[in-house]
């Protein structure tokens, strides 16, 4: 069983979309995070959940809402859509405060 | 802030041949350390960690020690496989916020 797992995998949409992206994780973990890795593979951390709460919040735009309804979900919700959105997403998880994250494989976003 | 700073790649090796990717960071307190890996199309997996000065972390035949005199960690292995092709993160954490801080990120790729 995929211990973070995050779909879709590729999603390729127009500038203006509305769009989501899903994380599940089945670690039991407290913890779920999102980062954003550019075409430069340069990996920065968006948003922080604990136990459903935000935590973290780096200066992302306010088009990026995420939502957490329970500890193993957290989704990322991305309004209006830019050129400069395009990356990968990453979605993980860890236990409690322990900075051992564990990574989902990533959503290839590609705004045209 | 705290940063991580990595020698740019990418560094290219044949099998069998000494790998050292170099990595230093800037933090306030007493961080931990880390290493990822994320291979071709996957997320991020852990590669080895140290929580306090002087700590060697090792795996897959991977080290690296906490140096807080040189304010280092670098990646060391004696003798690469084509399977070490990846790009390796050096990052640092902080219980407190939470968050990593990751490094800019290094390709090796390992010939044949």
């Known amino acids: 069983d995929t211990a973070v797992s995050q779909t879709p995998k590729y999603l390729v949409t127009q500038m203006g979309n509305d769009k989501s992206i899903k994380c599940e994780q089945n670690?039991?973990?407290?913890?779920m995070y999102w980062y954003k890795q550019d075409s430069k593979k340069f990996l920065k951390i968006m948003f922080s959940?604990?136990?459903?709460?935000?935590?973290i919040n780096e200066t992302v735009p306010n088009r990026f809402s995420p939502k957490s309804p329970d500890k193993a979900h957290l989704n990322l919700h991305i309004n209006s859509l830019e050129l400069g959105d395009s990356a990968v997403y990453f979605c993980?998880?860890?236990?409690?405060?322990?900075?051992?994250?564990?990574f989902g494989s990533g959503t290839q976003l590609s705004v045209l | 802030g705290d940063s991580v700073t990595q020698m740019e790649g990418p560094v290219t090796l044949s099998e069998e041949a000494f790998l050292t990717i170099n990595c230093t960071y800037t933090?306030?307190?007493?961080?931990?350390l880390f290493w990822y890996v994320q291979y071709p199309g996957e997320g991020l997996q852990l590669l080895l960690k140290?929580?306090?000065?002087?700590d060697k972390g090792s795996n897959k035949g991977f080290e690296a020690t906490y140096r807080k005199e040189t304010t280092s960690f670098h990646l060391e292995k004696g003798s690469v496989q084509v399977s070490d092709s990846a790009v390796y993160f050096c990052?640092?954490?902080?219980?407190?916020?939470?968050?990593?801080?990751f490094g800019g990120g290094t390709r090796v790729l390992v010939k044949p």
């Open positions: 993980a998880s860890s236990q409690d405060l322990s900075t051992v994250l564990f």
């Open positions: 670690l039991g973990h407290d913890t």
């Open positions: 959940y604990n136990n459903k709460e935000l935590i």
């Open positions: 933090a306030t307190g007493y961080p931990s």
């Open positions: 140290a929580t306090k000065a002087d």
């Open positions: 990052a640092l954490g902080k219980a407190a916020g939470n968050k990593l801080t």
